[in-house]
């Protein structure tokens, strides 16, 4: 059985009997809260700032793998993209939005790469949120090599024309142990930069909670070590939702490139 197919085996089983179920309200927890610093972007998601402002609302495709699908939540109600189509709903209540889950269970950069057309752009998104990286720190797998390919995925989604968003390694028990964690995230900022995408800051914002906050591993992941639990999740797009709309209310700037042609008429 493929990683994938054992993932999916897991999912079934955790979410057995709540597919049913009405959404449940994530789990009683510490207040939820990261520094400023660690939540705004440093490059423009100028297309979601544009569809918001003008009113035509928003969609978003969630790419990723497990902790995109929601394992460790007590229901896809639960998962992350669930929780930040309610936030983006309660910020934008006379708009149309939607975020529309690709996450699978146990795959890697390579696999989502393989599935960009057909279950990412075939979606038509104004916004892609890519959380990577995780599995290629489990698995121990070169940094470099993960890099090529979320160069790789990246370029595919910019010639698109749909903003970007990466979502880094979660920091967790499971993650935090293996000797690549750091420098995968490290890569990533560096990939990102270099392409002008943004990043949401998931292994410093929950570092933080663990380190600065005190906050146990326990209220923010499940048994595994691994995955994250309700609260986790929904803090999570909680957090996500507060960068995406202070980001989409910045103005844009405005190009250089035209005032200087007027500066030489």
Not at 65 to 74: E, L, M, N, Q, Y
Not at 83 to 109: K, T, W
């Amino acid at each position: 059985m493929t990683r994938a197919g054992l993932f999916s085996t897991m999912a079934v089983a955790v979410f057995a009997g709540l597919f049913g179920a009405s959404p449940v309200c994530a789990e009683a927890g510490p207040a939820c809260s990261a520094p400023d610093a660690l939540m705004r972007f440093d490059q423009a998601i100028s297309h979601t700032a544009a569809r918001i402002s003008e009113g035509r609302g928003l969609k978003v495709v969630a790419l990723g793998s497990s902790s995109t699908f929601g394992i460790g939540a007590t229901s896809p109600a639960n998962s992350y993209p669930s929780r930040l189509e309610a936030a983006l709903r309660e910020q934008y209540p006379d708009m149309h939005i939607e975020v529309i889950n690709r996450g699978v269970g146990g795959e890697d950069a390579r696999e989502e790469l393989a599935r960009l057309d057909g279950s990412v752009l075939a979606e038509r998104p104004d916004l892609v949120l890519w959380q990577v990286g995780t599995n290629a720190i489990v698995d121990e797998e070169g940094v470099s090599e993960e890099g090529t390919l979320v160069r790789k995925g990246l370029a595919r989604l910019k010639a698109a024309g749909v903003d970007v968003i990466l979502i880094d390694p979660q920091y967790s028990p499971s993650v935090i142990r293996r000797p690549h964690a750091g420098a995968m995230v490290r890569m990533l900022k560096t990939v990102a930069q270099a392409a002008n995408v943004a990043v949401f800051r998931r292994f410093a914002i929950m570092s933080h909670w663990r380190t600065v906050e005190h906050v146990p591993f326990e209220r923010f992941t499940v048994k595994d070590g691994l995955h994250m639990n309700d609260w986790g999740y929904q803090c999570i797009a909680k957090l996500l939702a507060t960068s995406i709309v202070a980001a989409a209310s910045r103005p844009v700037p405005v190009a250089a490139g035209p005032l200087v042609r007027q500066a030489r008429l």
